[in-house]
């Protein structure tokens, strides 16, 4: 009983930014962490980044010091900021939540497409 709804996407030149945000609704107090998945043209979808309930991170190798992933909590709110884009970051990005009630279940925002092209 959770609701994700992603925003943001978009389309910007190599070199360029830009801030996604997923806002939750629902059993918010069950969720044990948030995160973002992305799925490109031909390839399996693969881990961004995470944010546990206690704060703690996990980035891809491959946007490691390039995004930033935060929350709000009053909003209810995560953001991934994205800067200096690739033509390697264009894809469907995709909400995710983990709860722990039930435990193991997850939840999936509908994706929200990022493309970086000159």
């Known amino acids: 009983q959770v609701q994700l709804v992603e925003s943001g996407g978009g389309s910007v030149q190599p070199g360029g930014s830009l801030r996604l945000s997923c806002a939750a609704s629902?059993?918010?107090?069950?969720?044990?962490?948030m995160g973002w998945y992305r799925q490109a043209p031909g390839k399996q979808r693969e881990l961004v980044a995470a944010?546990?309930?206690?704060?703690?991170?996990n980035y891809a190798d491959s946007v490691k010091g390039r995004f930033t992933i935060s929350r709000d909590n009053a909003k209810n709110t995560v953001y991934l900021q994205m800067n200096s884009l690739k033509p390697e970051d264009t894809a469907v990005y995709y909400c995710?939540?983990?709860?722990?009630?039930?435990?193991?279940?997850?939840?999936w925002g509908k994706g929200t497409l990022v493309t970086v092209s000159s």
């Open positions: 944010i546990t309930s206690g704060g703690s991170t």
């Open positions: 995710n939540a983990d709860m722990r009630r039930p435990y193991g279940m997850d939840y």
């Open positions: 629902g059993s918010i107090f069950s969720i044990n962490a």
